[in-house]
């Protein structure tokens, strides 16, 4: 079945405290290499049928009202994901 991705991470001008901990984790683990770590949420929504500009259009909508908080987060990216099937 198809699946539609919808990507959420927090507002860049709001501070990211899981973020935080983790680059000091990094820093502590004597990985240097990043300077800064994000976190955020990633919602995977099966869809049962074809995926048309409606059923797009729907998740759009969800996203932005139901799986984000548009007062700290934003929806960054919508897509479909395409599974390969390994032989």
Sequence with gaps: MPTIVVDVMPKAELLDPQGKAVTGALSRLGVEDFS????GK???LTVDGE???DVLATARRIAD????NSV???VVEISVLEKTVVE
Aim: glycine share 0%; net charge negative; aromatic share 6%.
């Design 65 to 68: 009202e139901i799986l984000s």
């Design 51 to 53: 995926i048309t500009d």
């Design 36 to 39: 800064a770590v994000r976190m």
């Design 72 to 74: 700290i987060e934003d």
């Design 42 to 44: 990633r919602f995977e």
